[in-house]
């Protein structure tokens, strides 16, 4: 990529750019499409399979305040107790990283976090999951950017380990089965209720992924304010509630 072409390019793509020609990888970033925004319209923008897209997916471990980059398939989950036991030995646990934390540590917005060129050092692990593929497409600093590579190439880059970190499907869809179906059915008695019943289903694990309790899909500071909020209050998280269950993969 000559000279012009970089100064063309975003700056985080410009970053990663320049990165790649350094360490001699073949192909430079592209830009998408501005609608190609997640990973399923990125892989149509491509002509490529969905898996195909190392999505890149960052957390923030409690005991240290590291930012924890986990590149995985764009056709799984992640399964943060598998990551915990990787990179938690203290056996605290992995945070929320919200955009400000991202951007800080990796130099780079959500949606655009590339493997490599981070500001500062994040903790990276690649999911085993993508060597299902001979090419993938990772990243490149922007959520419109994107670079071409293999599996290999990708661990090559990095440095980083390669381990199975996705959820297993089955499980996964069972248990959101069993939180929304419990949580549905304490919802029938809100409306009529005299003391709104709370959405608690002792299933306590927030997803650093979401920000959601993975019980009863509440945030943090709805949980916080639970005890202190008056009916009308506790109906609208209710609402919200039933929101954010509607909207999940059946």
């Not at 005991?63 to 990787?86: F, M």
């Not at 400000?100 to 692990?125: N, Q, W």
């Not at 880059?157 to 970190?165: E, M, N």
């Amino acid at each position: 990529m000559c000279g012009s072409e970089l100064l063309a390019l975003p700056d985080g793509v410009r970053r990663v750019a320049s990165a790649l020609q350094a360490l001699g990888h073949p192909h430079a970033p592209v830009m998408l499409d501005n609608a190609a925004r997640t990973a399923q319209q990125a892989a149509d923008a491509l002509g490529v399979a969905v898996g195909q897209i190392a999505k890149s997916i960052i957390f923030r471990r409690k005991s240290d305040d590291a930012a924890v980059l986990i590149v995985t398939s764009g056709d799984q989950r992640v399964d943060e107790k598998k990551v915990e036991a990787l990179v938690c030995p203290d056996g605290k646990r992995l945070g929320r990283a919200d955009a400000e934390f991202v951007k800080a540590r990796t130099g780079f917005s959500i949606g655009g976090v590339s493997p490599l060129a981070h500001a500062t050092p994040s903790v990276t692990l690649i999911d085993q999951s993508l060597f299902r593929f001979d090419d993938i497409w990772a990243a490149a600093g922007h959520p419109h950017g994107v670079f071409r590579l293999s599996p290999q190439e990708l661990q090559q880059l990095t440095g980083a380990p390669v381990a199975d970190l996705a959820v297993a499907v089955d499980e996964e869809k069972l248990a959101l089965q069993r939180a929304i179906t419990l949580v549905s059915l304490r919802a029938q008695t809100v409306s009529a209720a005299a003391d709104v019943p709370s959405p608690c289903i002792s299933v306590c694990r927030m997803s650093a992924a979401s920000g959601l309790c993975e019980g009863c899909y509440r945030t943090r500071d709805e949980i916080a304010a639970w005890s202190g909020a008056d009916d009308d209050a506790k109906r609208a998280i209710w609402r919200a509630i039933e929101t954010r269950m509607a909207a999940m993969p059946s």
